[in-house]
């Protein structure tokens, strides 16, 4: 199948996405193009990528000056400790505002080695090449960079674009179920927020994205990555409209730190859980009726999805995420900032419900009737 191109556009950033089987090749006529002053790369590295892709890529890019780190990957090392090691080996090495940074891997390398190239002296060249199904469908795509906090989530962070997004599904090969569904999570958002249609394709074809056919995955990724830039294009730093794609990851990430980012649910799982969550509520506030809720659920039961639900079915574990979900970085005048569904393919407008903690006690407990 033919590499596909998304590019994105907006003011002064211009990139592309490309989306295809066996496509890093691309990458040293690329870099030559895009970013013909660089002498220096540095290489970051997901610990859990195979060799033969380290060894591949820094074999592609011998005529440059290379620094290349394995980064162990997890929501704990993705911190402000992480960011200046970072920083500081990139300054050991005298790294220019014309050089290079990669980061290869998922969400989180993604995430923090963006942040760094975007601080570093102002501002750094940057491409990502994302490794699971997760990275080349959310976390590449939009500019969003960052770090945790003690406090919560994402609390550290900018918005910068990259140079160019490599998205080979060569890597997607090596992941296990648990991994695709947590890529999968978000490629179902894109649809419920923005598209019956494709959440029909959804439907049909869910099962061909878990047995890795390349075709359906390189359509649903790039779907998936063109809903998203839709939202992002007209809203770059999230000040309204882009606050759509926070569809539930309210819930999903105050379930993550109420687990302190256990590896026994990954976001994925959190956003899955979070999403049912996000429906219960829209129907106890009467935006949204029961079948939206059958339909979604007729998905999660025909790919055994159902057991992202099962720990948060009961009043008092919902009740226990109330003072995880104070600290949202969406939030504010003392509310709960949520985006809520109407149907299949459309949300509520950002900022129109701001819900009190008094209120969401109230409503909680009509969670176990649906």
């Known amino acids: 199948m033919k590499t596909q191109e998304i590019k994105f556009k907006n003011l002064d950033k211009n990139y592309s996405i490309l989306i295809g089987s066996d496509i890093l090749k691309i990458l040293p006529n690329k870099i030559r193009s895009i970013c013909p002053r660089t002498k220096k790369v540095a290489l970051i590295f997901d610990k859990g990528i195979p060799n033969k892709y380290r060894k591949n890529i820094s074999k592609n890019l011998k005529k440059y000056e290379l620094l290349s780190y394995n980064f162990k990957a997890n929501e704990k090392t993705k911190s402000l400790k992480s960011v200046e090691f970072l920083l500081n080996k990139l300054l050991e090495k005298n790294f220019s505002r014309s050089d290079l940074i990669i980061a290869i891997g998922g969400g989180i ?5 963006g942040f760094v190239a975007s601080i570093f002296k102002r501002g750094v060249n940057f491409i990502s090449i994302p490794t699971t199904l997760l990275s080349q469908v959310d976390a590449a795509v939009g500019g969003k960079t960052g ?23 060569d890597f ?23 598209d019956k249609n494709f959440f029909k394709w959804l439907k049909l074809n869910t099962k061909y994205i878990f047995s890795y056919d390349s075709k359906k995955l390189i359509y649903a990724i790039k779907k998936s990555c063109k809903i998203k830039l839709s939202f992002v294009n007209k809203d770059v730093n999230e000040k309204n409209l882009r606050m759509i794609l926070n569809f539930g990851h309210t819930f999903a990430h105050a379930i993550e730190v109420k687990n302190n980012y256990s590896k026994n649910i990954t976001h994925g799982e959190a956003v899955l859980t979070g999403m049912i969550l996000a429906v219960k509520l829209s129907i106890i506030k ?32 919902i009740n ?41 006690k109230k409503n909680i407990k009509y969670f176990t009737r649906y």
Do not use: R, W
């Open 172 to 194: 997607l090969k090596s992941l296990k179920k648990k991994e695709m569904v947590c890529g999968y999570a978000e490629i179902l958002k894109h649809a419920i927020i923005n």
């Open 286 to 317: 009467k935006v949204c009726n029961k079948k939206t809720l059958k339909d979604l659920m007729e998905i999660y039961t025909a790919n055994n999805l159902n057991y992202t639900l099962k720990k948060y079915k009961k009043n008092k574990e």
């Open 320 to 360: 226990s995420l109330i003072p995880y979900l104070k600290n949202d970085k969406k939030n504010n005048d003392e509310k709960i900032n949520f985006i809520l569904l109407n149907k299949i393919g459309k949300t509520t407008a950002p900022n129109k419900y701001k819900i009190s903690i008094n209120e969401l």
């Open 147 to 169: 770090v945790n906090s003690i406090y919560g989530k994402n609390l550290i962070g900018s918005f910068s674009q990259p140079k160019l997004v490599i998205s080979d599904t």
């Open 109 to 113: 390398t993604i995430d923090l080695v």
